[in-house]
């Protein structure tokens, strides 16, 4: 009878959480990124790779700047929205963006990024010379503490502002997709609310 019980008990667990999969594994997740404006990422020339995941690639296919870029101009920019799913529960530990490109001769590479409501953080900036041009990797850490502080769940939103300058006639600058290597990836860890 115990054992008609137990195993009656264990087909009952497993079909709840077949039925409700999500409640059994629930973490924070990317959704697609939306609301894209700019030159650098106009209209069918970005690719999302991993929404809703842990961690999400976008790839630029016109992003760069320089007199010899797509655009022809020293100056492009992008940005984007990028909503953060968090369940009842939990709360981001950290957020990290890796931002790869390419560059030759000079340039600068800029970004901010805001969680929640109007305050704005202050732009990261980097500043790349090289004469025969090099691949670059920037990687930024964010600790959002108010996406989701209160621990009650919900969708946040991660606004991304960036541009890219090329400094002078003879420089050019990219986040693309020319190797398939240029992207930015974002990651999310996120820990138990105490």
């Known amino acids: 009878m115990m054992q008609r019980l137990a195993a009656l008990l ?3 667990v497993l079909v709840l959480l077949v039925a409700n999969p999500a409640e059994a594994n629930r973490r924070a997740l990317f959704k697609s990124p939306r609301a894209f404006m700019g030159a650098g990422c106009e209209a069918g020339s970005v690719v999302v790779a991993g929404d809703n995941s842990e961690s999400v690639s976008v790839l630029f296919g016109k992003y760069d700047a320089g007199r010899s870029s797509r655009s022809g101009t020293l100056r492009t920019h992008c940005e984007f929205s990028l909503p953060i799913s968090v369940p009842p529960g939990q709360r981001l530990s950290v957020l990290t963006a890796e ?23 202050p732009w990261r900036v980097d500043r790349y010379q090289s004469r025969e041009g090099m691949n670059y990797l920037q990687r930024d850490d964010m600790y959002p503490r108010e996406v989701n502080a209160d621990c009650k769940g919900g969708e946040f939103n991660l606004r991304i502002n960036s541009e890219i300058i090329a400094a002078g006639n003879d420089s050019y ?10 992207q930015v990836v974002f990651r999310l860890n996120w820990v138990p609310c105490q």
Not at 99 to 121: D, I, L
């Open 10 to 12: 264990s087909v009952s």
């Open 99 to 121: 931002w790869q490109g390419y560059v030759k001769g000079r340039g600068g590479f800029s970004r901010r990024y805001s969680a929640v409501g109007p305050r704005q953080r």
């Open 173 to 182: 600058i990219a986040v693309d997709t020319v190797d398939l290597h240029n």
